[in-house]
Each structure stands twice: as structure tokens, then as C-alpha cells.
């Protein structure tokens, strides 16, 4: 089945970009959440993304190795204080409507494939942003506790993504961790040395774990961190 949205759905997705790039920099310049940034290099042994499950559909998937650049492996973690849902309940909400907790005023999550309100392995979605940002990934793993999604062809990354919660100390965790390469050589450039990519992501999954916390009725303690390992890939 081909990914394709409406003409009208793309035309009244792309008339709030002006408007969502604009209030998107005004918000990434007045964050008030403190964010905690560490990188140090890693290794393909302890880097690597997980395989692909044998069960999924594996047509399109854009694979790590089809990247280009070094490879990022990156978790965003936040621990919510005061939390009324468990991480199942919290993970059933964000997966049955992923624009709950994105900043739809610069990214949409679209279901393309799969039942809406549910989630399943095999559904696909297209994350439409603005200029040539547009990025379709298919669910490659969903627990109760966690999904997981893969790029496809296509898109600005060539990797994994996982979103998942679980009880730590008395806080409730939601992480979101991802192994993946730029896409292709000009996405390298625009992620590595323009930094203009790395910055846009880094906004979107941050705001997102910001909404999360907040849907989750509770409230974060101690910022949101980032923890990056740079793994430097043969070609």
C-alpha cells in the first residue's frame, strides 16, 4: 500500500509551517527545562542498533549501513515526579496518537498504514516537516512498555528510534533512544557540520518528552539529559 497523504492534508499541513518555524524558535530560545548534553565516542560492538525482527516487514527499511556519516547513538531521558499513569498506561496513550505529545506546530506524525488509535507492528507513518524533512518510518516492536520504529527509504535518517517508560526510584522514566546515520551524503552535512538538522531534532524530542511529562500528569525532575556516543563508520 502506498504512504501517500491527501493533497489537502499536505497543503493544510504545510500552511502552519511558517507559523510553526517561527514559534518553534521562539520556544527552543526560551526553554525553561534545563537540558543536560554529554558525548563521547563509542564503538559498532556497543553501539549497534538492534536487529531487525524476523517477523516484520523489512522492504524499504533504510538500514544503518545505508547511511551515510558517523553513527549516533543518542538517549533522551527524563525521570517525571509525581506521575498518575503507569508506563504501560503512559506508553498506550503517546503510541494511540503520536501527535498528542509531538510539536505539531513543526512536526506531524500521519498514519499511512494500521488501524488509527492503535498502534501495531507494520504500521507506518510519515513525519511531515517543513522543506525536505518528511521522514516515513514503519513500528518494528510494540510492548506495552515500549516501541519501536524504523526508518524507510526516504528518509533524512537510516536507523532506529525507540520510546519506552519503566519505574526507577519512585519516578517514572520516558526515554527516547536512537541509533541511526544521516541518510544520505547532504543530510550528513546538514546534520554533521551545518548542525542545522542535529539542532531541529534536537528540539522536536525534547519538546516531545517535555508534552509527555506532562500528559503523564506529573512533572520532571532535574531537566531532560542527553547522552550521545559517536561511533566512526568505515565506509
Given amino acids: 500500500m502506498p504512504r501517500n497523504i491527501s493533497p489537502w492534508r499536505r497543503v493544510t499541513t504545510a500552511t502552519r509551517w511558517p507559523v510553526g ?4 524558535s521562539w520556544r527552543y530560545l526560551w526553554r525553561l527545562t534545563p537540558i543536560h548534553r554529554s558525548e563521547e565516542l563509542g564503538s559498532w560492538e556497543a553501539d549497534r542498533p538492534p536487529d531487525l525482527p524476523d517477523d516484520v516487514n523489512h522492504d524499504e527499511v533504510q538500514r544503518v549501513g ?7 547513538h543518542r538517549r533522551y531521558r527524563v525521570r517525571i515526579r509525581d506521575a498518575r499513569q503507569t508506563p504501560p498506561e503512559l506508553v498506550s496513550y ?5 501527535d498528542r505529545v509531538a ?11 494500521g488501524q488509527p488509535g492503535v498502534m501495531a507492528v507494520d504500521d507506518e507513518y510519515v513525519v511531515r516537516m517543513p522543506g525536505p524533512w518528511d521522514g516515513p518510518v514503519r513500528v518494528i516492536a510494540r510492548e506495552p512498555d515500549f516501541f519501536r520504529l524504523a526508518t524507510l527509504a526516504g528518509h533524512l535518517e537510516a536507523g532506529q528510534i525507540e520510546f519506552r517508560a519503566y519505574p526507577e526510584d519512585g519516578f517514572l522514566i520516558f526515554e527516547i533512544e536512537s541509533w541511526a546515520r544521516s ?3 547532504l543530510a550528513d552535512v546538514l546534520y554533521t557540520h551545518l548542525r542545522m538538522a542535529k539542532e ?12 509527555v511529562s506532562k500528559a503523564s500528569g ?9 547522552h550521545t556516543r ?6
Avoid at 66 to 72: E, K, N, T
Wanted: no cysteine.
Fill in 21 to 24: 518555524v517561527a514559534l518553534t
Fill in 66 to 72: 545505508d547511511g551515510a556519516g558517523s553513527l549516533f
Fill in 94 to 98: 503517546v503510541s494511540a496518537d503520536l
Fill in 103 to 113: 510539536p505539531t506546530e513543526m512536526a506531524s506524525f500521519q498514519k499511512v498504514l
Fill in 183 to 185: 541518510g544520505d551524503r
Fill in 200 to 211: 531541529i531534532q534536537l528540539h522536536m524530542w525534547t519538546s516531545l518528552l517535555e508534552r
Fill in 218 to 226: 506529573g512533572r520532571i525532575t532535574g531537566g531532560i539529559d542527553i
Fill in 230 to 235: 559517536r561511533v566512526e563508520v568505515e565506509a
